[in-house]
């Protein structure tokens, strides 16, 4: 019986999602709860690996077993083992055939960001921050630029993984409520620090240190060296991954209406 399962998770305290010999990420504290409600041990395959620090309100899981039980069990069940700052939020049953990274049509990501003289405190660790008042315009003029198929190793991590660097950007949204701004990007996939790089560069443009067409040339250069330097995890989302409808998974959890 293979089941999905959407989790939710503050990154803050983890070395990131994949597992690790310290144990200390999010990936081991998942195993480890199901192996034990499931009585076996449990391998999970996740739709987006998180760095260290960054958050999740919908990370998809699968993982097969031979353990029956209704999947508000396997919710409630896995929920009694997991720390405070991780959470089951849904399970279903799926095919065989479901992959929840190789099935997922587009992946979907939100920066949360501060505009402030002043560090967060209450929000520490949960939202970016910047001292310099950012505006609108230049930022959204440069986004365009970064929509549809590209070349995008110019925003690639040295120790990205990924076969390609092609990836297709469908859509960037930037709103602003107050001081508060949120950067929102959905692509069939991302790169190793992707949107941290591009972050870096937005706010660059934003900041008014760069004019718009710059992240063009970035673009252009194929060159990690030509973009901004990698901006922080804090404020970082993974809003989780888009399916086919025939799948039958949730398209949201209440967790994304906590958020700005």
């Excluded at 252009?220 to 922080?232: D, G, L, M, V, Y």
């Amino acid at each position: 019986m293979r089941m999905a399962l959407g989790v939710s998770y503050n990154g803050r305290a983890y070395q990131g999602w994949q597992s690790q010999a310290s144990g200390q990420t999010v990936q081991d504290e998942i195993e480890s709860a199901l192996s034990r409600l499931a009585m076996h041990r449990v391998s999970t395959l996740c739709a987006g690996r998180t760095d260290a620090g960054v958050h999740a309100l919908m990370q998809v899981i699968h993982f097969d077993t031979e353990t029956r039980r209704l999947p508000v069990s396997w919710v409630r069940g896995t929920n009694a083992s997991l720390p405070r700052d991780i959470a089951v939020e849904w399970a279903v049953q799926v095919p065989s055939d479901f992959h929840c990274r190789a099935s997922a049509v587009a992946r979907r990501y939100r920066y949360v960001l501060l505009q402030s003289p002043v560090r967060p405190s209450v929000d520490a660790g949960r939202v970016g921050w910047v001292m310099r008042p950012l505006a609108l315009q230049p930022m959204q003029q440069a986004c365009s630029a970064l929509i549809g198929k590209h070349d995008f190793s110019s925003f690639r991590a040295a120790a990205c993984q990924a076969l390609s660097a092609v990836k297709h950007m469908q859509r960037i949204e930037i709103s602003q409520r107050g001081d508060c701004w949120c950067f929102e990007f959905e692509a069939n996939a991302f790169l190793h620090h992707m949107i941290r790089n591009i972050m870096g560069c937005l706010i660059a443009i934003g900041q008014g240190k760069r004019p718009p067409q710059w992240i063009g040339e970035v673009l252009a250069a194929h060159n990690r060296k030509a973009a901004a330097p990698t901006f922080s995890p804090d404020g970082l989302y993974f809003l989780g991954p888009r399916y086919d409808p025939q799948w039958g998974l949730p398209d949201r959890t209440p967790a994304y209406d906590a958020l700005p």
